[in-house]
């Protein structure tokens, strides 16, 4: 079995600050996790993934994301928020075994006011 | 444009009515999948492809729903008897396992199914 947890619905932040998206995972094996993000009327897109090796994977528009497999947390960062970072973000885990089968978790929308 | 294409857009259709959505991946992908994804949630897995072959299917995909992949190109998503629990957006994704390790999926904009 294989779940991602995103505890936060909604996070409001000021452009010019960090952003930090939460998310934990629970599977029995080793995981693949993967960042995707929606913005309004498109389709998702992929940002980063962290398949093995470095804990802290960069991806694209500027975010990145630790791995930490003692708190099973997988937590989305990005040094600077812009208004045009606006949009859903979705985390989601696979495990290696069945790496088609993504999990996605419920999403959290990200607000930056200008 | 060469994404990944979803036909049609959205779809109203009345309780009981069969419905099929059409799903276009990138040409060289070989691998397919369609998820389902309601208002406030995330996309759930329904089935997957690899080529023409069907090799998973989730236990959400009740007998109402079937889905095709002939000659491993394009896919069909057919609901059945539609129900009003059905309204969704179907998602349909494509990948490539030209490398193993790349895990990432491409999604068209989704079919969005409306039960009256």
């Given at each position: ?78 040094p600077s ?34 | ?72 190109s394009f ?42």
């Amino acid at each position: 079995a294989q779940s991602v947890a995103q505890p936060e619905d909604q996070v409001n932040v000021a452009e010019g600050n960090p952003l930090t998206v939460k998310c934990t995972y629970s599977v029995s094996g080793n995981p693949y996790l993967f960042w995707y993000v929606q913005y309004p009327n498109r389709g998702l897109q992929f940002l980063l993934k962290y398949i093995t090796g470095d804990n802290l994977v960069k991806g694209s528009y500027g975010f990145e994301a630790e791995f930490n497999k003692s708190q099973t947390s997988f937590h989305l960062k990005k040094p600077s928020a812009l208004v045009s970072d606006s949009a859903l973000y979705f985390c989601a885990v696979s495990l290696r075994s069945n790496d088609y089968k993504l999990s996605f978790g419920a999403g959290t929308t990200v607000t930056v006011r200008a | 444009d060469t994404g990944v294409s979803q036909n049609p857009r959205h779809k109203i259709t009345k309780r009981g009515q069969n419905v099929t959505f059409r799903c276009d991946p990138i040409s060289e992908h070989n691998r397919l999948y369609w998820y389902r994804q309601t208002l406030g949630q995330g996309p759930e897995f329904l089935t997957y492809f690899q080529n023409e072959a069907q090799l998973e299917k989730s236990r959400l995909l009740s007998d109402r729903f079937s889905a095709e992949r002939p000659k491993g190109s394009f896919s069909t998503l057919e609901i059945q008897r539609t129900e009003q629990g059905d309204s969704a957006m179907y998602l349909c994704a494509s990948s490539t396992r030209r490398d193993r390790n790349t895990g990432e999926l491409f999604f068209g904009e989704g079919s969005r199914l409306t039960v009256l």
